[in-house]
C-alpha cells in the first residue's frame, strides 16, 4: 500500500546517457512534484504538476522534461547527463497546492552520474 | 529566498530536550516540519497555519510566530528514533506558485544513548 513510489531506486550511468525516473501515487492527489536534494541535504523544487498541467517549473536546465500522463504518475526524463546531475530525486504528492497541503515524498532516487 | 534554521547541528542524550528554530526574511504563510532518516524520504511532521499556533505530536510540538517570521519545534525528552534531520518547509501563499515549498537546510539531531 506504497502511498509515493518511485523506480528505479538507484541509478548509476555514464556523462552523456539519458534516463527516466518514474513515479506514482495512489493517494489521489492532484498535485505532483519533483524536488532534488544534493549532497549537503539541500532540497530544492524543480517542477510541480496539477492535475497534469505544469504549474511550477524552476530554472531547470532543458535537459530535465517532466512528463505527467495522468493525475498519479509524474516521470522525469534527464537527456545527456552531467556530473553535477548526482543527486536523490525526490518525487513527492499533495492533495492541492498551496500553504495548507503537506507533502507526502516517495522514497527516493539516488542518481550517480560517472 | 529559503528559512534559514539553526542549529545546523545538535547532539543530545536520551531525555533531553531540544529546540531547533526557522526564520524567514519573506512573510510567512505557513511552516511545515519534515523529519528526514538517513538514506529514506522527509516524513511530514506538523504544520502551522496561523501566527501563534502551536502544535504538538507526542513530544515534538512547534510554534510559529508570524511576526518575527519565525517557527520553532520543540522536542522534549528525546528518544532514539528522533534521530535524523529536521527541515522546515515554507510554502508559498498561492498563485502560480501554489504547493511551491522552499526548504531550509535542514537541522541534524543526533540522540545517543
Known amino acids: 500500500d506504497t502511498a509515493v513510489s518511485q523506480t528505479p531506486k538507484y541509478l548509476v550511468t555514464q556523462m552523456g546517457n539519458d534516463k527516466s525516473i518514474k513515479c506514482e501515487q495512489n493517494l489521489g492527489h492532484d498535485t505532483m512534484y519533483w524536488y532534488k536534494q544534493d549532497s549537503k541535504k539541500f532540497l530544492k523544487i524543480m517542477f510541480s504538476y496539477n492535475n497534469k498541467e505544469l504549474i511550477i517549473n524552476e530554472t531547470v536546465p532543458n535537459r530535465f522534461s517532466p512528463k505527467s500522463p495522468d493525475k498519479a504518475h509524474l516521470n522525469l526524463h534527464i537527456n545527456s547527463l552531467e556530473l553535477g546531475d548526482s543527486a536523490v530525486y525526490f518525487c513527492?504528492?499533495?492533495?492541492?497546492?498551496?500553504?495548507?497541503?503537506?507533502?507526502?515524498f516517495g522514497n527516493g532516487t539516488r542518481l550517480t552520474v560517472t | 529566498q529559503q528559512p534559514v534554521q539553526s542549529p545546523q547541528a545538535v547532539i543530545l542524550r536520551e531525555g533531553e530536550d531540544a529546540v531547533i528554530n526557522c526564520s524567514s526574511s519573506k512573510a510567512l504563510y505557513s511552516v511545515h516540519w519534515y523529519r528526514q532518516k538517513h538514506g529514506e524520504a522527509p516524513v511530514f511532521l506538523m504544520i502551522l497555519l496561523k501566527g501563534g499556533e502551536q502544535k504538538g505530536h507526542e513530544k515534538i510540538s512547534a510554534s510559529f510566530n508570524e511576526k518575527k517570521q519565525q517557527s520553532s519545534l520543540y522536542l522534549t525528552a528525546s528518544q532514539l528514533s528522533y534521530s535524523g534531520t529536521y527541515f522546515c518547509?515554507?510554502?508559498?501563499?498561492?498563485?502560480?506558485?501554489?504547493?511551491?515549498?522552499?526548504f531550509g537546510d535542514g537541522t541534524t539531531l543526533t540522540v545517543k544513548p
Open positions: 513527492a504528492s499533495s492533495p492541492v497546492g498551496g500553504r495548507a497541503s503537506p507533502l507526502h
Open positions: 518547509g515554507t510554502p508559498s501563499s498561492g498563485g502560480t506558485n501554489a504547493g511551491k515549498s522552499t
